[in-house]
Every structure is written in structure tokens, then in C-alpha cells.
């Protein structure tokens, strides 16, 4: 029912900012909640950001908060992750993703939580 395609990614210095776009086709995306994960080599994708629907709930992963804001534009059916103060551990692959609204306890920060997503922008933070 949704797809969506990353773009934005690309080579930073560390303090550096980077705004990663992530667009949607489909007639409902303005109904899913978006998050946002990333996986760097070896390791799980881990959670990043939430936004909720309607755009007015947001949640972070602690490594993440107050450098990086996701943000939504429904009539432009495109979600947002503006990172500021970049740092190379930051470096990975980000994905966007699509899930219901409300879901399972927990499902919110899981990548079972999601049920489309992205193909996935590299991220690449020099020191």
C-alpha cells in the first residue's frame, strides 16, 4: 500500500548537518506512523525516530536526542530527519518506515513494528 524512497544521504564532516527526505506513494500515508532506524556494518538496525501521524508526537532514541528532528509534511506525503551535530558513530545506512498508528506494546521502536520501508540512504560521518 505505501512505498517509499530515501534520499538525502551522503559524506559529512563530523559537527557537520544532514537532512535525509524519505517520500511516499499510496492515498493513506497520512495514516501510518513513520519511524526511522539505521544499521551500521555488523551491527542490528537500530530504532532512531517516531512521528506519529498527525505529526504532533515525536519520540528519540537517546543517542540521537537533541541533534536530530523528524518532522512530516502530509501534503507532501514526505517525512523528515534533519541531524545536526553529526558524529561518526552516526555513520550507517537510514531507513524510513511506515507502520499503523497505534500497535503492540513496544512495536513502536522495533523493526517488526513496520511494515514498509525504504531501500535505505547511506550516512557517512568523517572525523
Known amino acids: 500500500q505505501v512505498q517509499l524512497v530515501e534520499s538525502g544521504g551522503g559524506l559529512v564532516q563530523a559537527g557537520g548537518s544532514l537532512r535525509l527526505s524519505c517520500a511516499a506513494s499510496?492515498?493513506?500515508?497520512?495514516?501510518?506512523?513513520m519511524g526511522w532506524f539505521r544499521q551500521a556494518p555488523g551491527k542490528e538496525r537500530e530504532f532512531v525516530a517516531r512521528?506519529?501521524?498527525?505529526?504532533?508526537?515525536?519520540y528519540y532514541a537517546d543517542s540521537v536526542k537533541g541533534r536530530f528532528t523528524v518532522s512530516r509534511d502530509n501534503a507532501k506525503n514526505t517525512v523528515y530527519l534533519q541531524m545536526n551535530s553529526l558524529k561518526p558513530e552516526d555513520t550507517a545506512v537510514y531507513y524510513c518506515?511506515?507502520?499503523?498508528?497505534?500497535?503492540?506494546?513496544?512495536?513502536?521502536?522495533?523493526?517488526?513494528?513496520?511494515?514498509?520501508w525504504g531501500q535505505g540512504t547511506q550516512v557517512t560521518v568523517s572525523s
Open positions: 518506515a511506515a507502520g499503523p498508528a497505534v500497535g503492540p506494546a513496544g512495536a513502536w521502536r522495533r523493526v517488526y513494528g513496520y511494515d514498509y
Open positions: 499510496g492515498r493513506t500515508f497520512s495514516s501510518y506512523a
Open positions: 512521528i506519529s501521524s498527525s505529526g504532533g508526537i515525536t
